[in-house]
Nanobody
Framework: QVQLVESGGGLVQAGGSLRLSCAAS????????MGWFRQAPGKEREFVST????????FYADSVRGRFTIARDIAKNTVFLHMNSLKPEDTAVYYC???????????????????WGQGTQVTVSS
C-alpha cells in the first residue's frame, strides 16, 4: 500500500520561505514522476510542480516558476518543495502525489496521479 505523508506547512509572512516534505512508503519513487499540487478554498486542485522519474528535469506552473524548487532524495524516498518569496495567493493546502511510471512527458494533470497524501496547509499573510 502506498502512503504519502506531507509535512512542513505553516503560517508565514509574505516574502518568507517554507520547505515542504513528502515521505513515501510502499513504493520507491525513483521510477515514478512525483508532483505537488495545491487547492485553495473554493477552487479546484491545481498543478504546482513535478519532477521527472529520472530526477533530471523539473517543471513548474507559471505562477511559481522562479520561486519554488522541487527536489527529491532517493535514499530517503522523499520529495521536497522549497518555496521562496511566498505570496498571499500561495495560500492553499498542498498535496504531493505519485505520477506515471517512467513516463516520457511531464505529468501536470490531477488525473495522471494515482496516490495522494493528506495535504499540508500553507498560509501566507500579507
Amino acid at each position: 500500500q502506498v502512503q504519502l505523508v506531507e509535512s512542513g506547512g505553516g503560517l508565514v509572512q509574505a516574502g518568507g520561505s517554507l520547505r515542504l516534505s513528502c515521505a513515501a512508503s510502499g513504493r520507491t519513487i525513483s521510477s515514478y514522476a512525483m508532483g505537488w499540487f495545491r487547492q485553495a478554498p473554493g477552487k479546484e486542485r491545481e498543478f504546482v510542480s513535478t519532477i521527472h522519474w529520472s530526477g533530471g528535469t523539473t517543471f513548474y506552473a507559471d505562477s511559481v516558476r522562479g520561486r519554488f524548487t522541487i527536489a527529491r532524495d532517493i535514499a530517503k524516498n522523499t520529495v521536497f518543495l522549497h518555496m521562496n518569496s511566498l505570496k498571499p495567493e500561495d495560500t492553499a493546502v498542498y498535496y504531493c502525489a505519485v505520477g506515471p511510471y517512467r513516463g516520457s512527458f511531464f505529468a501536470t494533470a490531477v488525473s495522471q496521479y494515482d496516490f495522494w497524501g493528506q495535504g499540508t496547509q500553507v498560509t501566507v499573510s500579507s
